[in-house]
């Protein structure tokens, strides 16, 4: 017959309530951001940006405020972030992800889209706090460059999307 339900342990309580009275709140949160791409001489490069002293390397985005399209914070995060302009062409995907604030005893589930942009203009000495470092990486080596696998998942699409014919980079 079937084996009657076993009772949780006193291990597995005394382990939820310990997680529980360290993790309390649950916050969703939505950003945008893009890949800002500028193909002149030589191979397309994109916008990244570092953070904790270069050990991190991601791309420009942030949490869309209230009343704004997607879009719009796409171009205003990357603008801010890395000093740099664009003209947004296409939504390129979303990510998903959670990490928790210990602090704030709050478990965040994330949501981010990103849009691919063509370089217009502006300059990465303007760039905000957010960022410790903006460069020009070449796309090729942007792919391995970025700390996030679904970042990276997203820069191939990119690439995909600049340059579809498999056309040297
Ligand atoms: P935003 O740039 O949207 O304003 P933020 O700078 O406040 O956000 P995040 O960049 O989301 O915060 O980082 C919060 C935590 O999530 C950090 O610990 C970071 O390392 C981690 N994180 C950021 N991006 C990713 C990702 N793509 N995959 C997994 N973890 C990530």
């Known amino acids: 017959g079937p084996k009657p339900e076993a009772a949780p342990s006193h ?23 893009g890949i800002l791409f500028r193909k002149d001489r030589g191979p397309i490069r994109v916008a990244l940006i ?6 991190i390397w ?8 209230v009343g704004e399209k997607p879009e719009e914070t796409a171009l205003r995060e990357v603008q ?9 062409l296409q939504k390129i995907g979303e990510i998903h992800y959670r990490y928790s604030l ?16 063509r370089h217009t203009g502006g300059d990465t000495k303007e760039h905000d706090f957010e960022a410790d470092e903006v460069a020009w990486v070449p796309i090729q080596e942007a792919v391995d ?24 980079a």
């Not at 597995?12 to 945008?32: A, H, I, P």
């Not at 005893?105 to 981010?112: F, G, H, I, N, S």
């Open 11 to 33: 291990a597995w309580l005394l382990m939820t309530t310990f997680c529980m009275s360290r993790m309390n709140k649950f916050k969703r949160q939505f950003s945008c951001g």
């Open 50 to 55: 570092s953070r904790m002293g270069g050990k």
């Open 58 to 65: 991601c791309l420009p985005k942030g949490l869309v405020e």
């Open 80 to 88: 801010e972030e890395t000093g740099l302009t664009g003209k947004l």
């Open 102 to 117: 210990k602090e704030e005893k709050t478990l965040y589930d994330k949501r981010v889209w990103f849009f691919l942009m």
């Open 145 to 168: 460059r970025l700390s996030y696998s679904s970042e990276r998942q997203l820069m191939k699409k990119a690439w995909r999307l600049i340059a579809p014919k498999g056309k040297p």
